[in-house]
């Protein structure tokens, strides 16, 4: 069963942090690409970070600098540190592989306040 579990998402000040977590399954997981994307608020998802298994990393122009991904293979978890959050960056967030496949999870509401 394929699943995807975005948590971590909440209310934040501009400059201040979060750390999203995905929990995938296995099936989804192991040997893809992994990859966080956003939706803001009548616009269309877009790509925010992606990491390798071997920890090759890609950043979006938008979130260099101040996003960091990571995952934990043994658990089938991807994460996503933001620092130095700005208002932009107000969105619902999800995770899946890169390139996504059609299955998308809930994702989870992350509001940056000015």
């Avoid at 994307?37 to 122009?61: C, H, M, N, S, W």
């Amino acid at each position: 069963q394929v699943q995807l579990v975005e948590s971590g998402g909440g209310l934040v000040q501009a400059g201040g942090s979060l750390r999203l977590s995905c929990a995938a399954s296995g099936s989804i997981f192991s040997g893809n690409v992994m990859g966080w994307y956003r939706q803001a608020p009548g616009k269309q998802r877009e790509f925010v970070a992606t990491i390798i298994g071997g920890g090759a990393l890609t950043y979006a122009d938008s979130v260099k600098g101040r996003f960091t991904i990571s995952r934990d293979n043994a658990r089938n978890t991807v994460y996503l540190q933001m620092n130095s959050l700005k208002p932009e960056d107000t969105a619902v967030y999800y995770c899946n592989t890169w390139p996504p496949r059609d299955y998308w999870g809930k994702g989870t509401l992350v509001t940056v306040s000015s």
